[in-house]
């Protein structure tokens, strides 16, 4: 065989070689995912929440299976394990600051759940395919903007909040958040010199000694303390307030048949009516008060009504529900 001859074969089998690698990487490239396994890849699990309970991780997970998925979860530590890489639905719980890492798969659909706008990133925002969130506002907002996006309320679990009134918790106004940013609640509550209770970091030093009860509440006791005071103070923020925010917090409290008081907050207002009593200012949270704290019928109606529509409404599997009704929605648009 000539030289000139080994060189055409050579040559020709080298294209042959160039031609199946750019086949296998393309291959690789458009792969079909699995559309049955869903990624949940979540950053900042202790802050997205404001009760900070990793269980609700575990809720989503077992909500997400009884809709029929695989499930897999990876966290900001490890959020591409090699276990997820073929899902086909990756939903990511963004916490208040971005991702560590941001590598989406384009040929699986893409999904952010984010309280809202406060610390978005646009370039971050652009990176997925639709948007959950948990403000009013912001829904009105991505969606005004062309992006595909479901408003989606926080949820709670009543067969973990929901507990027996114990006597020795029994107290008439109690408070269990830390003081990690301005309580308008509790603020409220020691400007009306009102006897509150108070559970959470960082407020010993900084409050009376006599509002401070201690640091901490086990999870697994938090329905009980909600459910055996005469009146819950729940926390909301002039921008959860502004924006349309309802807190974690007050789906927790209505789960446990636990009686509240919140500053005035409109979606509160939309979605519980009159069950949850609001004041603007601590002159009328201390009517309020005086209104309710001898009147245990009145305040048994209210909890019955905001733990019928807590419960019914915004539990998990609702949650889910409402997420994959927008998954759907996403994978008939890209043609998965």
Request: charged share 25%; no cysteine; hydrophobic share 45%.
């Amino acid at each position: 065989m000539s030289d000139k001859t080994m060189k055409i074969i050579l040559s020709v089998l080298t294209v042959i070689l160039l031609a199946l690698i750019a086949g296998l990487l393309l291959f690789k490239g458009t792969a079909k995912t699995n559309l049955n396994k869903v990624a949940l890849r979540v950053g900042e699990l202790r802050q997205y929440r404001s009760l900070n309970r990793a269980d609700t991780n575990a809720a989503m997970e077992k909500a997400f299976s009884r809709v029929g998925y695989n499930v897999v979860t990876a966290t900001e530590d490890n959020l591409y394990p090699t276990v997820a890489a073929d899902a086909g639905v990756n939903v990511y719980v963004r916490g208040y600051n971005p991702f560590n890492q941001l590598n989406v798969n384009k040929n699986a659909v893409n999904v952010v759940y984010i309280r809202d706008f406060d610390s978005l990133y646009p370039e971050e925002l652009n990176e997925f395919d639709g948007i959950a969130t948990s403000s009013h506002d912001f829904y009105d907002y991505v969606m005004g903007a062309g992006y595909a996006a479901v408003y989606l309320p926080e949820f709670t679990d009543p067969t973990i909040f929901y507990a027996t009134v114990r006597p020795e918790l029994a107290r008439d106004l109690l408070y269990v958040g830390d003081n990690d940013r301005h309580s308008v609640a509790v603020a409220a509550a020691l400007e009306a010199d009102l006897p509150v209770d108070i559970f959470g970091r960082f407020w010993a030093g900084n409050i009376d000694d006599k509002y401070f009860k201690g640091e901490y509440i086990h999870d697994n006791d938090l329905g009980a303390y909600f459910a055996s005071a005469k009146i819950n103070l729940v926390n909301v923020s002039a921008h959860e307030s502004e924006i349309g925010i309802i807190p974690s917090r007050v789906y927790d409290i209505a789960a446990s048949k636990g009686f509240m008081l919140a500053p005035y907050n409109k979606e509160i207002e939309a979605v519980f009516g009159d069950s949850i009593p609001m004041y603007k200012n601590a002159d009328e949270l201390k009517a309020l008060y005086k209104k309710y704290i001898n009147d245990p019928k009145a305040r048994e109606e209210k909890v019955e009504k905001a733990y019928r529509i807590a419960a019914a409404e915004y539990n998990v599997d609702a949650f889910v529900q409402r997420l994959n009704g927008l998954v759907e929605f996403l994978i008939n648009e890209k043609k998965l």
